[in-house]
């Protein structure tokens, strides 16, 4: 009998909630500095990302060649890079932030956040009931 690899029981669901929580904060910043003269609305790339920290789970991670090389913002401890959203429509004081956009992605995002939490409950759900022979 093989023992159970708690990552492959989860699958990709556990770094896409931890993703996700990323990027709500990220995004609730953006809001939260609506407002704000010259703040620079930022966000990251979620597929590419969860691409990223798929890699490194496997021991595939970018190294850079040289020392002169720029690193990219981290997210979360993860080599993701952090970019500046490019508005719309700027505002005069030099802010970024375009509110409706911001909170059409928020609400994106808690939409998958909860389908992942869902999918990975059932994840559990699945494996208490196979250790408990039902």
Request: glycine residues 8%; positive net charge.
């Amino acid at each position: 009998m093989t023992a159970i690899s708690i990552d492959n029981a989860l699958g990709v669901h556990e770094r896409s909630l931890y993703l996700r929580t990323q990027r709500s904060s990220i995004l609730a910043n953006n809001l939260a500095n609506v407002d704000t003269p010259g703040f620079k609305a930022r966000d990251f790339d979620f597929h590419r990302a969860l691409v990223g920290a798929q890699n490194s789970s496997n021991g595939l991670t970018m190294a850079r060649t040289h020392s002169g090389h720029l690193g990219s913002s981290k997210v979360g401890g993860l080599d993701v890079p952090l970019e500046y959203r490019v508005p719309l429509q700027p505002s005069i004081d030099g802010n970024t932030v375009d509110s409706q956009m911001e909170i059409a992605e928020f609400t994106k995002n808690a939409m998958a956040f909860g389908a992942s939490f869902r999918l990975l409950n059932g994840r559990f759900s699945g494996l208490s009931k196979a250790i408990s022979s039902r």
